[in-house]
Nanobody, 121 residues
Framework: VQLQASGGGLVQAGGSLRLSCAASGRTFRDYAMGWFRQPPGKEREFVAA????????SVADSVKGRFTISRDNAVNTVYLHLNSLKPEDAALYFC???????????????WGQGTQVTVSS
């Protein structure tokens, strides 16, 4: 499956963004989807995941209450809603697809190219 992430940009602290990840090539609804991020000079980390039918979601403790994940299988797209952004949320954000619901980077074998989120203080 091919993944194309978009929606990143520069936002002030406290602001909001919506990231989108459009999938093509295979049956989108067969895959659990995840969002990960990689701040400059740091390891890639889990942000959020959603099951194939959208019934189960999980978000990292660092973003709980601020970020939500959703998907629309009719348009083959997964979203990450970022609210109350902080400077420490600045990173390259990646979407990824997995055969099963997981918070682990190693479970995902299809990755998008990343979209940059920058947060000014």
């Amino acid at each position: 499956v091919q993944l194309q992430a978009s929606g990143g940009g520069l936002v002030q602290a406290g602001g909001s963004l919506r990231l989108s990840c459009a999938a093509s090539g295979r049956t989108f609804r067969d895959y659990a989807m995840g969002w990960f991020r990689q701040p400059p000079g740091k390891e890639r980390e889990f942000v959020a995941a959603i099951s194939q039918n959208g019934a189960t979601t999980s978000v990292a403790d660092s973003v709980k209450g601020r970020f939500t994940i959703s998907r629309d299988n009719a348009v083959n797209t997964v979203y990450l809603h970022l609210n109350s952004l902080k400077p420490e949320d600045a990173a390259l954000y990646f979407c990824a697809a997995s055969a099963g619901f997981s918070r682990s980077t190693s479970a995902y074998y299809y990755w998008g190219q990343g979209t940059q989120v920058t947060v000014s203080s």
